[in-house]
């Protein structure tokens, strides 16, 4: 079964750092491209960065660039997101989700919840 | 504000059928065959209902559908169910520097 869970969420205050962190399962890990999309509270999807199966491609949304950076560890099934010079409007729910040819997410992880708040 | 449109909200009986359009542009929706929707229940994560436009994953009910014309693109949810209101958000490629759009999101209501 595959599964993607995340982990690192918490508090934090403005202008602080946190790492995420996405655990995979089930599946050959450092075949498949994953991203990650955040969901601000009562709002909808945004996608964050892309990463593939290599690392050699990166994207990033205009939002987070120089701020956010993806990263992986194929030997570990792990995915990572380090996000310094957090702002509030950063706050939401950060998802992985497995890629698919570029074009969907097949898989979700239950996601976990960044607070960036003073 | 979101990159492709859609209606903030839909409601219809059960059993009946109603469709969620999602409108991008050339650029994204219009030009590429690669809209997927997903479906997402109040504090649970989304769900893949359609890939590639039309196509539905292993286990998704053939009660959706998904189809497209021109820069729009829409899902379809027949024999409507009490199962079925969530929100629902469609997603294209875009040949833009953010790889990816989401459409803002239609909630579903089931009178």
């Known amino acids: 079964e595959v599964q993607l869970v995340e982990s690192g969420g918490g508090l934090v205050q403005p202008g602080g750092s946190l790492r995420l962190s996405c655990a995979a399962s089930?599946?050959?890990?450092?075949?498949?491209?994953i991203n990650w999309v955040r969901q601000a509270p009562g709002k909808g999807l945004e996608w964050v960065s892309y990463?593939?199966?290599?690392?050699?491609?990166?994207y990033q949304a205009d939002s987070v660039k120089g701020r956010f950076t993806i990263s992986r560890d194929n030997g570990k099934n792990s995915l990572y997101l380090q996000m310094n010079s957090l702002r509030a409007e950063d706050t939401a729910v950060y998802y992985c989700?497995?890629?698919?040819?570029?074009?969907?997410?097949?898989?979700w992880g239950q996601g976990t919840l960044v607070t960036v708040s003073s | 504000q979101s990159a492709l449109t859609q209606p903030a909200s839909v409601s219809g009986s059960p059993g009946q059928s109603i469709t969620i359009s999602c409108t991008g542009t050339?650029?994204?929706?219009?030009?590429?065959?690669?809209v997927s929707w997903y479906q997402q229940h109040p504090g649970k994560a989304p769900k893949l209902m359609i890939y590639d436009v039309s196509n539905r994953p292993s286990g998704v009910s053939n009660r959706f559908s998904g189809s497209k014309s021109g820069n729009t693109a829409s899902l379809t949810i027949s024999g409507l169910q009490a199962e079925d209101e969530a929100d629902y958000y469609c997603?294209?490629?875009?040949?833009?520097?953010?790889?990816?759009?989401f459409g803002g999101g239609t909630k579903l209501t089931v009178l």
């Open positions: 990463i593939s199966s290599s690392s050699r491609t990166i």
């Open positions: 050339s650029s994204d929706v219009g030009g590429y065959n690669y």
């Open positions: 089930g599946f050959t890990f450092s075949s498949y491209s």
């Open positions: 989700a497995r890629d698919r040819g570029g074009s969907y997410y097949d898989y």
């Open positions: 997603s294209s490629y875009t040949s833009s520097s953010t790889l990816r759009v």
